[in-house]
């Protein structure tokens, strides 16, 4: 029984298209990912010429079946993937059988393999052209050996720098997915030279020393129901002035996450000084269906289902491991022996870092936690209603404005408290009409209460320095005119509850959104510890109610 699909049209068209190599360092990460999915605790790298003269992947994964083999090769082919749904219960990581597709198709490609009880096989692949398989020789795992990148692409090849460069790009790399990935042995080689080599089961901690020379760290680990947290992170008298040594990874990936990044960063307030930052490796493993990781090409970056719920577990781990510590904050002596130079090493007062308090967001949600009704989900209807049985009845609830009222009392009660917001790295400046410009500054500090905090930058410009979470990856100059557009429209004379009311529809689940179990059980059970869960801030009705009485009658069983 082949194991391998071609995903049909629909499904792929589904995936965001795009590129998937743009650089050896991409070749290499396909590679070392499709090793881990495989199952192998023994993955080898080598390079020649920063790896555009060669990559080769070794691994000691399950291997292919032979009959698989010339799939492994095509677009859209996976075993990983078979349906929509599937695309979010990806719990493997994120794979579109894509990659070998691409790869093959802009080098001189091999692909040998032996699953366990089968003969070896071996394929190559010239520029996309797809040779006859033969009989193989190598051991229970796979090989892919990429040579010639990006020959027959010469427009591709100005992307690439030096050798030089590219290899820093890949050990970096190697470096973070070996840190994230501590129980399997790493070994990476270039032009024939040993320049990493990493043996399983050394804890995490061991890994981040071995890897970046900082022995001043300490290890956190964190579960909760859904969100499962390992990390490294320096105490707080190393304080770099980039952010640039902080990591993420998902599920056993490196990826790029800018809020998770900044919630890292928020759990150092009161820790280090202003503009200063760790150097830390975090290894998130959610549920899938709690991400989507297939929003960019390279899966570099991914989209949370609920990124207020990862900011404010993640902040709060690593505010409370810090704590924990019981460093002496305002004075303390650090003298430690590490080898980066731009790690300075200073004595600070005590400072404000970020403007969010942390207790405060903390006590919110714990409050929450204890009060979950029992219910059971029986589905969604329409794309658009989700039905839960609850003693004897049945609820059929509207997603949208389920959600907008859970929204709305977020918003409503952290006004009273202090709001979830993320600092900008750099302020956004914003032009607007002359008469908003009055009612915006004459209001800063009800923007303030729902995550904008903003200055005023002069002439006809504020100047935006927070925002809240919940937009954080989004246009921030869109989702803030968009704001004052709608209040504009609704001329109520609160203003907080007209911003928050806006802020709510606008970042509410959609109605014709498909929701996976997990983003209804959510919905419901936040729903539910709201103070009014059966009508929407504009006044509509919420829930609406079946007994099992009226159903049974239905049937003359009454
Ligand atoms: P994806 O990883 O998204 O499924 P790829 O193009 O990276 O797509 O790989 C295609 C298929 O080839 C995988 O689904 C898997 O079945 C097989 N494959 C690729 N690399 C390996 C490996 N190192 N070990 C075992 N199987 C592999
Ligand atoms: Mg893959």
């Known amino acids: 029984m082949s194991e391998i699909r071609v995903l049909d049209q629909k499904i792929a068209n589904k995936i965001a298209a795009g590129e998937v190599v743009e650089r050896p360092y991409n070749v290499v990460k396909e590679l070392v990912e499709n090793s881990l999915d495989a199952g192998a605790d023994f993955i080898r790298v080598d390079i020649f ?5 060669l990559v080769r992947v070794t691994d000691n994964g399950k291997g292919i079946l032979p009959e698989d083999l010339k799939n492994s090769v095509l677009r859209y082919s996976t075993s990983k993937i078979g349906s929509i749904e599937d695309v979010y219960r990806i719990n493997t990581f994120g794979f579109r059988g894509e990659a070998l597709a691409a790869i093959s198709s802009v080098s001189d490609f091999k692909i040998e393999s032996k699953r366990e009880g089968f003969e070896a096989y071996e394929l190559t692949v010239e520029w996309g052209k797809i040779g006859e398989l033969k009989p193989g020789c190598c051991q229970q795992g796979t090989i892919v050996t990429v040579k010639n ?18 290899q820093r790009e890949i050990v970096k790399f190697l470096k973070v997915f070996s840190i994230i990935n501590y129980n399997v042995d790493i070994e990476f080689y270039s032009d024939d030279k040993k320049i990493l080599s990493f043996t399983k089961y050394d804890s995490m901690k061991d ?3 071995e890897c970046f020379g900082l ?3 300490s290890y956190l680990v964190d579960k909760k129901d859904n969100i499962e947290l390992e990390c490294i992170l320096t105490l707080p008298g190393v304080q770099r002035n980039r952010k640039d040594m902080i990591f993420v990874g998902l599920n056993n990936r490196v990826i790029k996450d800018f809020s998770v990044m900044q919630a890292l960063i928020q759990g150092y307030y009161r820790k280090l000084p202003q503009n200063k930052y760790p150097a830390a490796v975090l290894s998130l493993k959610v549920k899938p269906e709690m991400v989507d990781v297939n929003v960019h090409p390279t899966k570099m970056n991914v989209k949370f289902f609920d990124d207020r719920e990862i900011f404010s577990t993640v902040s709060r781990a690593v505010s409370n491991h810090l704590g924990s510590l019981k460093l002496n904050e305002s004075k303390e002596n650090y003298s430690y022996d590490i080898s980066d130079d731009s790690i300075k090493y200073v004595v600070e007062e005590k400072r404000t870092v970020y403007s969010v308090n942390i207790d405060n967001l903390f006590e919110t949600e714990e409050i929450q936690n204890e009060s979950v009704n029992e219910f059971k989900i029986i589905g969604q209807i329409f794309d658009s209603v989700i039905l839960v049985e609850i003693d004897s009845e049945l609820y059929f609830i509207d997603q949208h404005i389920a959600h907008e009222r859970v929204l709305y009392e977020k918003f409503i009660s952290e006004a009273e408290k202090t ?3 993320i600092k900008l790295v750099e302020p956004v400046v914003i032009e607007v009409l002359e008469e908003d410009k009055e009612i915006i500054i004459k209001n800063i500090k009800n923007f303030e209460k729902i995550g904008f905090d903003l200055e005023d930058f002069g002439g006809n410009f504020v100047s935006v320095l927070s ?14 005119m968009e704001l004052i557009n709608e209040f504009h429209k609704n001329k109520n004379e609160n203003l907080l509850d007209s911003l928050s009311i806006t802020m709510a529809c606008k970042t509410a689940i959609k109605a014709g959104e498909k929701l996976t179990d997990y983003e209804m059980k ?13 009508t929407c801030p504009h006044g509509r009705p919420i829930i609406y109610k ?13």
């Open 522 to 534: 959510k919905v419901v059970s936040e729903l539910f510890q709201t103070k009014n869960p059966f």
């Open 546 to 558: 079946m007994s099992k009485e009226e159903i049974f009658k239905k049937f003359h069983r009454l």
């Open 149 to 166: 990148l990006f020959e027959n692409v010469p427009a591709r090849r100005k992307f690439i720098k030096s050798f030089s460069a590219e």
């Open 207 to 209: 890994r981040f020393i």
């Open 49 to 53: 010429d920063g790896g555009i003269g």
């Open 419 to 421: 709001s979830i917001k």
């Open 467 to 480: 925002v809240p979470t919940s937009i954080v990856h989004k246009n921030i100059e869109n989702e803030f």
């Open 215 to 217: 022995k001043d760290v």
